[in-house]
């Protein structure tokens, strides 16, 4: 995969730049022609049919380097799985070529005003209109929103939760480029306006009543199985930087990793790393063997990989002091980065909850 190399050279050159300017309409293209946004799907359908491990390396790559190019990733790989999982067949020959080859850059519009971790109180409607639908409502924090060709938009039928894809070209559709959050700067974020949509009966994916249990609970597990990669590569890039300025840094005549605060720091960051990426290897095998428990693994790598990259970063940051605070610094930017990962695609609390249901209903015994 020369493609997918030749881009990290580049994401490893430029994400800084990135981060500050969002990422370019060329470098998308780029991670298209390279193959990552469609690394999971099958062959038939133009993907590389890559296993999960495989695609977890992958996004670990891309986490190490730049967030927002492993949130392209991530993005539009949970809308191919979601199109691919739920999908009819037509749907699955209609959509998938292009998602896979990037011809159609995705979006995922769930999260609202008033429906976050608690996605089932969407407040976006869903109306019959002939044969076809109409969508009303807005949506917050759309990952790419700003440059995406199609969402995957979930609202509310008078069947319940309902999704479907939508083409930002359609009238009604309007974006709102979001620019100086705290992390995930250069995922061209949005705000998305949707008035009085008509969306044909054939771009809703699964019936009416299925949009949230099925379709938006596959498109999260594939995000938050590609954010713990992207977790992980975020904490061993932060714990490489702590240990070269660590090796290098003199202060009062005494090289920095000479003091043991600052070994122990190391030592404890290494272990918090090594741990998550263990966390996500059992997810991937569980995955690669079709698991039931795999869902419950990618939730638990997602926490602990998520929890490691903010505390590791953190810990990057105070080592490399003034060094660590500038506009530049990749620990910085992770720092920034990893307070988001702990929050989208499942919360840490949430996933606290879950993790602790599960272990006192004997799961982990």
Known sequence: MTGVDSLLASAERDAATWDE??????VIADAAEAGILGLDRSKDYGGFGLTAAEVGSIAERCGALCTSLRSLLTVQGLVN??????????????WLPALTSGELIAGFAATETGAGSDLASVSTRF??????HRISGRKLWVTFGEVADVLLVLGRSSAGP???LVETKSPGVRAEPIHGQLGMRGARLAHIELDEVVVPQDHLIAPPGFGLSHVVGTALDHGRYTIAWGCVGMSRACLADAVAHASTRVQGNTVLSEH?????????SWVDATGARALCDRAAEQRD???PTAIFATV???FAASEVAASVSQRAVQVLGAAG???????????RDAKVMQIIEGATEVAELQIGDYVLGGGAR
């Open 260 to 268: 043991d605060g600052v070994r122990a720091i190391l030592g404890r």
């Open 162 to 164: 309902t999704t479907a």
């Open 81 to 94: 799985a979601a199109v691919d999982r739920w999908g009819t067949a037509e749907q699955r020959a209609s």
């Open 127 to 132: 109306e019959a209109h002939g044969s076809d």
């Open 300 to 302: 638990a790598a997602k």
């Open 325 to 335: 605070c500038a506009s530049d610094s990749r620990v910085g930017r992770f720092f």
């Open 289 to 291: 063997a079709r698991e």
């Open 21 to 26: 300017a969002g990422l370019p309409v060329d």
